[in-house]
Every structure is written in C-alpha cells, then in structure tokens.
C-alpha cells in the first residue's frame, strides 16, 4: 500500500468509528445529560466535559480505527 492509500483507509473509516463511539459515551454520561445548566458556571463546566469528552473519543477511534488497519490482511504480489 501507498501512503496516501493509508491515509484513505484512515480517514475514509475513522468518523465510522468516531460518530457512534462519540454518541454511544455521551448519551450514558449523567453529567452531561442532566446538566440543567442554572448558570455562566455549569456552561463553562459543560463544554469543559464536552471538550474532555470529544478529545478522548477522537484518540480513541484513531487507535481502534489504526488498529483495524493494522489487522486487515494484505494481497500478496504475484
């Protein structure tokens, strides 16, 4: 494979992984679901979790995502 094959596999599946996992994480966080957001205080925290949360789910699907490249068999030149 070339680079740039690499870099389409990645890309091409990456938010595959990302949007489910990313949704999946936050949807059974209490925190941010019942957030009532009663002040300037709780929005700061909220987007502070969101940030936390996006950030961790992206490195995530970037090692599931390498991982499944990795793993994936590869032709053999005749």
């Not at 300037?40 to 940030?51: H, R, Y």
């Amino acid at each position: 494979m070339f680079q740039s094959d690499r870099a389409s596999f990645f890309w091409k599946r990456y938010f595959y992984v990302f949007f489910p996992l990313f949704i999946f994480g936050v949807s059974h966080e209490s925190y941010l679901i019942d957030n009532s957001l009663a002040s300037l205080e709780d929005i700061g925290e909220l987007v502070f979790f969101l940030c936390l949360y996006l950030f961790n789910f992206a490195v995530l699907s970037a090692l599931v995502t390498n991982l499944w490249w990795f793993f994936l068999p590869t032709k053999q030149a005749h």
